[in-house]
């Protein structure tokens, strides 16, 4: 069995790191906000049982424009569905610059 030396410095490297060597943190960080904001906003309708239609009619959007904000690999939506969601359950969207 042959054994792999690991390179000094790599070993206990942050996955952040890693994913910037790769030239994708970028984009990966940005696809686990959508997923995150996409899951929250599913699970605040059903805790308040917020029926997709009733979503759509808060948000005065359709029912297809909101299938697209809760798909979390539907990158396409716009800061503006996404606060209007937000303040269609009664919560605000945060941004910060880190």
């Avoid at 000094?8 to 995150?36: C, M, N, W, Y």
């Avoid at 997709?52 to 299938?67: G, N, W």
């Amino acid at each position: 069995m042959t054994r792999t030396r690991t390179e000094k410095g790599k070993l206990g490297s942050t996955f952040d790191s890693f994913l910037e060597e790769q030239g994708t943190l970028a984009e990966t960080t940005e696809q686990a906000i959508k997923r995150v904001i996409a899951w929250q906003l599913g699970e605040i309708m059903a805790k308040e049982k917020i029926t997709k239609v009733e979503m759509a009619r808060r948000m005065a959007t359709s029912r297809a424009q909101l299938d697209r904000l809760l798909d979390p690999t539907d990158d396409s939506v716009t800061l503006a569905t996404l606060t209007k969601a937000a303040k269609a359950v009664g919560r605000a969207l945060k941004l910060e610059l880190t």
